[in-house]
């Protein structure tokens, strides 16, 4: 069945990069949109980037932007983030998501997205 895995996470200090991968197993997404969401304690999910399977059409969260950048290899089922600059704040699971539909633009719903089971960021002061 769809499987997404998502690794990378990790112990980081403030100002460190960490670089977290996502990969698809169950089906092909190499021509859906995939992306990161993230959720931190007592807070709610958050889109943190996505991108479409051409590569062209990206979405950051404002306050991330200029510090992460997401990747995609569109001849496998897989989507990174990497993230530099990394903040206290930005301690959180980070969540992949991947689109079953395909779309021109961006990720679908929140409530049609196939997720991952989550990973760690923590970064320390």
């Known amino acids: 069945q769809v499987q997404l895995v998502e690794s990378g996470g990790g112990l980081v200090q403030a100002g460190g990069s960490l670089r977290l991968s996502c990969v698809a197993s169950?089906?092909?997404?190499?021509?859906?949109?995939m992306g990161w969401f993230r959720q931190a304690p007592g807070k709610e999910r958050e889109l943190v980037a996505t991108?479409?399977?051409?590569?062209?059409?990206?979405v950051y969260l404002d306050s991330v932007k200029g510090r992460f950048t997401i990747f995609r290899d569109k001849n496998k089922n897989m989507v990174d983030l990497q993230m530099n600059g990394l903040k206290p704040e930005d301690t959180a699971v980070y969540y992949c998501?991947?689109?079953?539909?395909?779309?021109?633009?961006?990720?679908?719903?929140?409530?049609?997205?196939?997720w991952g089971q989550g990973t760690q960021v923590t970064v320390s002061s």
């Open positions: 991108i479409t399977w051409s590569g062209v059409g990206t």
């Open positions: 169950g089906r092909d997404f190499s021509t859906n949109a």
């Open positions: 998501a991947a689109d079953p539909q395909n779309r021109a633009s961006g990720l679908g719903s929140t409530d049609t997205l196939h």
